[in-house]
């Protein structure tokens, strides 16, 4: 289908978004339920009250709408109308179906309870050509096409490629129009607010936060009906296991450096003294004061447990791997520390090379000249979070990771050691070094730590 001519108009249908239900009560009150979403519109005036039930029938035009309160009668009453379908505009509730010559074209809809911004009119000179914003995506969905934008509180339901086609090029139509009043074209994105969002980040802010979709979010403990929840911790491996040493929490108590002195002496350290390198039993000392399991609860969907770090819904899904280069006293390779025993497992190489490359990746997003002595690996078992987080899952994990850098900081300063958080790491080379699948345990962060060396170039941070 082909819209053309600048001048003309679209049509207008009016339905409520699938999934609403209207529930009228005995006390004569009128509600909406949408998932876990309600309003209540209070007692509708008599001749206002068949609307709902008309919305939720299938689409019709405000005129329509208007045409059945006259029919009643109530002229004077249209204002109601009006404010009616202006609550349940704002609210999200209602699709809006755009036609043209009496064929439906496009669906607006909405996916927050907030308003759309208001039209900003044509969007320009008509003869200001426009483009489909970077930040938009076009899937296919069932019976057309789908686009959504991480700056849109609507989805846009095409019936018709060709539609969104002809709209993106000159000349302009009305649907142009549309496309630049919801922001899903635009004449440029050239100011820095807009460049410097990469589209991947900006989707992930907004999908992982509440505001800009209609996900089920939070806590809702969604895959509990198709799988059981992953274990509290990590099984054995039944590899060698290294017993760690335990320090004593009375004598640290009170002979260890103050909080205000820890936290202003945090420093990210990059050097390494390979001469005097760190030894197993610091690096025991280290993983239990920041990473052992301190208790484990039973609630009744889940096992959760109690550490140094905090975690959400104290599900705990973060493994550390040492990845060591230079320990004294403990053989180079990869490890899984088991926060429940306080040990160390092996864990053989299934790929040599990716494991060198950890190293060598810490050691390049360091600035350092050599590879760090030991590079903790922390993994996601990203089932421990996302059985029972939906949309914000991903995002807490990560939050995770910032938390238990904190605390590894805290206590390297403690322990006088050299730390340093790293932004990035390649997931890949960790599954071929590990052997393990990218879905269900994968490299979610990175973090360095070795001796300080006399003349070291440790930096705020």
């Known amino acids: 289908m082909t819209i053309t001519g600048a001048q003309q108009t679209l049509g207008e249908q009016l339905s409520f978004r699938p999934g609403v239900t209207v529930e009228h009560r005995d006390d004569g009150t009128t509600r909406l339920y949408r998932d876990r979403r309600g309003i209540s519109l209070g007692q509708l005036d008599p001749a206002i009250a068949p609307v709902p039930g008309l919305l939720a029938a299938g689409p019709c035009t405000e005129d329509e709408l208007t045409e059945r309160v006259l029919a009643a009668g109530a002229e004077l009453r249209l204002l109601n109308l009006h404010l009616l379908l202006q609550r349940l505009r704002d609210g999200g509730w209602l699709d809006r179906t755009l036609t043209w010559h009496g064929e ?116 809702t403990y969604w895959a509990k009906e198709i799988a059981d929840p992953p274990p509290v911790t990590r099984p054995p491996r039944g590899t060698v296991a290294i017993d760690l040493r335990r320090p004593d929490l009375a004598a640290l108590r009170r002979d260890d450096p103050t909080l205000t002195a820890v936290l202003e002496d945090r420093r990210s350290i990059r050097e390494h003294d390979d001469d005097t390198p760190l030894s197993v039993d610091q690096l025991g000392e280290f993983l239990f004061r920041t990473a052992r399991v301190r208790g484990v609860m039973r609630e009744p969907r889940n096992e959760l447990s109690n550490r140094p770090y905090p975690s959400g819904g104290a599900c705990y899904e973060l493994e550390i791997y040492p990845v060591v280069r230079n320990v004294a006293g403990l053989a180079p390779g990869m490890y899984h520390y088991d926060p429940a025993g306080h040990t160390l497992e092996t864990v053989p190489a299934a790929d040599q090379a990716a494991l060198m490359a950890l190293s060598e990746l810490a050691r390049a997003a360091s600035l350092m000249t050599s590879p760090p002595q030991v590079t903790l690996v922390f993994a996601a078992r990203a089932g421990r979070v996302m059985w029972k987080y939906q949309s914000m899952a991903y995002a807490l994990i990560l939050k995770h990771v910032g938390v238990l850098y904190q605390v590894m900081y805290s206590v390297a300063t403690a322990m006088g050691l050299a730390a340093c958080g790293l932004g990035g790491g390649d997931s890949d080379a960790f599954a071929a070094a590990a052997g393990l699948g990218y879905l269900d345990e994968t490299s979610v962060g990175e973090f360095i730590l070795g001796t300080v060396r006399s003349n070291n170039n440790g930096l705020p941070a």
């Open 104 to 219: 439906p074209v496009l669906t607006v809809r909405p996916i927050s309870p907030r308003p759309a911004p208001a039209p900003a009119g044509p969007g320009g000179e008509p003869a200001v050509p426009v483009r489909l914003s970077r930040f938009a995506i076009l899937r296919a969905d069932a019976g057309g096409w789908l686009m959504e934008s991480p700056l849109a509180h609507v989805q846009l339901l095409f019936k018709d490629l060709g539609i969104l086609t002809t709209s993106l090029s000159p000349p302009r139509n009305p649907m142009t129009d549309v496309l630049v009043e919801y922001g899903f074209a635009v004449t440029g994105e050239e100011d820095f607010a807009h460049q410097m969002w990469a589209p991947h980040e900006l989707w992930f802010h907004a999908r992982s936060r509440a505001g800009r979709h209609d996900l089920p979010y939070g806590g």
